[in-house]
């Protein structure tokens, strides 16, 4: 009985090919929408945990301002000075490195080719901080630190675009009206998703920034790298009466600066790919609904045929439950086939999109199972259950069903 | 099922019996009584035709011995078994391996081949591949269609349709055959090929012929004519000769 239902719905399938065509057109699009979707929003969010990392693992950044990004109160939280860092390192233990660190946006020359770019001014400890590699060359000499020398260490895409594939170190740039040295060269760290690309970076020793483009003492950010299997809560909240206590903080104020650790830094950022991702999919989910209503009304418009067909089978002798099985078998097919191709397709626009967007390709299987599994539902559903209430008729009714 | 099936059954039950049946279409005001008490009472191997003018329920009789259809009133016996007793199952199952049905508006499976159409009854017999299509081919040759086997309804003439029709309710050679106005849409050349293949099927197979028809040359045919006016048996005689 079993292998006569498959024949039977196989041949019904054979002969609305049209019908069947449309059926699964709508569980692919629906399946294969969802599962894009989702799978480049995954990719994203893991593109910019991947740079986070990047970071360096156990990073703590100190700002002034109560809050991180946009809308942080600045008025009345001054910047920090080079002696902070100081400070931090004489009396907290437990850390790698402490970085001072100020930045400042400008347009450097080479030759005839110009670059805009931003320049951080900082100490050696930043590329510790900063989990950086040299490719080529050395890092600043104390001397040059404190004497606030003209050399800068550059990052790949500064290089590219200035040197093209010459090599840069022992080069002047020449930076507003003064030249500087070339003294390193970064390894690259690879573009970032959020259209920051972390090598178009120049950094340079802290007091030349100061002295030559900023003009002050000032210091952005304090960045402060934990050794490993070190209590980060521990040291962050001494770090936090550290700078109440240096920033003259009374104990009834609230806090002028704010202190983050990267794990923080990360749950917020991804916390935005995230929301971004459902966004995706909730549009994605909307051609799966729209995918489902065009099988709805396939099924629904076949129903008359379908009726008198069922009524055909009833009266040459079928039975309601063999009746049924080969709508169900047919039914189940065509959504099988339609999750398939709308999965294979799936993977494969995924799989080139993220090559595009420069995301990493992240396979999620919950959301293919539940994708197919909708969609399966869908076709089931319609397929099967206006089939149960015509193998229900009398056959005499299902014949003369208009 | 196992009252239907069982055999043999005894030589005095008729194959057929309908007591007082009656069948009233619509509720109300709208009622209407297709069938006003119809007694009537089939031997195994009997050849009958039906006859009576449009309207008089012969094709909503039909229906209830082919159990598509169930009375208001009254009783159906098939081999002294109560049909309105059996389950939807029963019944299928009785549809299945005793009867054959060609319906007035032949009811062809559509852009299906003739082939297909014919060893449907088969396949839900559970009859091998093989078989099927030996038994298929078999009954669209002897209703002059062994041409055809690959056409699809829409490709075929009203006449030819119906010759299908004819196939698919004789490929099981059923205890009883149906037919409603079987050459209703067929020259009078086809008609009598139809109508000796009937007799032949009857004579050499037994299997019982219930016919509507409104031609009386092909009432000739039958061993005996059943005449409906309104809902009821007029007249129920013998042919005295036949061809
Ligand atoms: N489903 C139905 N609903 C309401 N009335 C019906 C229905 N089927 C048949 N009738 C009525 O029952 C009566 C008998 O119909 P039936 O089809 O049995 O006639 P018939 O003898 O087969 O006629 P014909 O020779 O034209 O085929 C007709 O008056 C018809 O209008
Ligand atoms: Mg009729």
Redesign the interface.
């Known amino acids: 009985?079993f292998w006569?239902s498959v024949?039977?719905a196989l041949?019904a399938i054979r002969?609305?090919l049209l019908r069947s065509f449309l059926t699964i057109l709508g569980i692919v699009i629906g399946v294969g929408a969802v599962i894009t979707m989702v799978t480049l929003g995954n990719g994203a969010t893991q593109a910019v945990s991947e740079q986070i990392a990047s970071l360096g693992s156990n990073l703590v950044i100190i700002r002034p301002g109560k809050r991180l990004g946009p809308g942080r109160d600045e008025a009345g939280s001054p910047n920090f000075k080079a002696a902070d860092a100081d400070a931090i390192v004489a009396q907290i233990s437990a850390l790698n490195a402490v970085a001072p660190v100020a930045s400042k946006s400008v347009t450097v020359v080479y030759t005839a080719k110009n670059w805009s770019t931003t320049i951080t001014g900082s100490t050696d400890a930043y590329f510790t901080t900063g989990n950086w590699r040299l490719a080529a060359g050395r890092l600043f000499t104390d001397a040059e630190q404190r004497a606030g020398k003209a050399v800068c260490v550059i990052g790949a895409t500064v290089r590219k675009e200035l040197f093209g594939e010459q090599m840069p170190v022992g080069d002047q740039l020449r930076i507003k009206n003064f030249a500087c040295e070339v003294i390193g060269l970064l390894q690259s760290k690879g573009q970032s998703t959020m259209g920051m690309d972390q090598d178009d970076t120049i950094v340079m020793p802290l007091r030349t920034l100061q002295r030559r483009l900023t003009g002050t003492q000032d210091v952005n950010t304090l960045m402060v790298s934990v050794q490993d299997g070190a209590n980060t809560d521990r040291i962050m909240a001494d770090l936090r009466l550290l700078m109440r206590e240096r920033r003259k903080i009374a104990a009834n104020e609230d806090d002028n600066f704010s202190i983050l650790d990267t794990r923080q830094i990360a749950d917020a950022m991804t916390g935005t790919t995230k929301v971004l991702t459902m966004l995706l999919g909730a549009v994605a989910a909307v051609s799966l609904l729209v995918g489902g209503i065009g099988i709805m009304n396939i099924m629904l418009v076949s129903v008359t045929?379908r009726t008198?067909?069922i009524?055909?089978?009833?009266?040459?002798?079928?039975?309601?439950?063999?009746v049924l099985l080969q709508f169900l078998i047919e039914a189940v097919a065509l959504a099988a086939l339609g999750g398939i191709v709308g999965i294979t397709l799936a993977t494969l626009a995924s799989v080139g999109l993220a090559a595009l967007m420069q995301v990493p390709y992240v396979f999620d299987p919950s959301i293919n199972l539940l994708s197919f599994l909708f969609s399966a539902a869908i076709g089931v559903i319609f397929g099967y259950f206006p089939a149960r209430r015509a193998a229900q008729l009398?056959?005499?009714e299902a014949?003369r069903h208009e | 099922m196992n009252t239907v099936t069982a055999d043999p059954v005894a030589d005095d039950v008729p194959l057929i019996e309908f007591c007082d049946v009656t069948k009233t279409y619509g509720q109300g005001e709208a009622a209407f009584q297709a069938l006003r008490g119809v007694d009537l009472r089939i031997d195994v191997g009997d050849f009958v035709a039906v006859m009576g003018p449009s309207g008089s329920g012969k094709s909503t009789a039909m229906?209830i011995l082919?159990c598509?259809?169930?009375p208001s009133s009254g009783a159906y016996r098939f081999r002294g078994v109560h049909v309105e007793r059996l389950s939807?199952?029963q019944r299928?199952?009785l549809?299945?391996?005793y009867?054959g049905?060609v319906?007035q508006g032949f009811?062809?499976?559509?852009?299906?081949s003739a082939l297909?159409n014919v060893e449907?009854?088969l396949?839900?017999?559970?009859e091998a591949r093989a078989v099927r299509h030996a038994k298929a081919r078999e009954a669209l040759a002897a209703v002059g269609l062994d041409r055809w086997e690959k056409h699809t309804p829409a490709e075929l003439s009203g006449g030819q349709q119906q010759r299908v029709a004819i196939a698919?309710a004789i490929v099981t050679h059923p205890t009883l055959l149906l037919a409603d106005e079987p050459t209703g849409n067929l020259d009078s050349q086809r008609s009598h090929e139809i109508m000796e293949l009937l007799v032949d099927l009857n004579r050499k197979r037994g299997i019982t012929v219930l016919m509507v028809t409104h031609e009386p040359d092909m009432a000739q045919y039958a061993q005996r004519v059943v005449h409906f006016v309104d809902g009821r048996v007029a007249t129920d005689r013998r042919n005295e000769e036949r061809h």
């Open positions: 009985m006569s024949l039977l041949r002969r609305n045929e008198r067909e009524g055909i089978r009833l009266a040459i002798g079928a039975l309601e439950r063999e009398d056959p005499i014949l | 229906n082919g598509l259809d169930s939807r199952n299928a199952l549809r299945r391996h009867l049905f319906f009811n062809l499976l559509a852009r299906t297909e449907l009854p396949l839900y017999r559970g698919r």
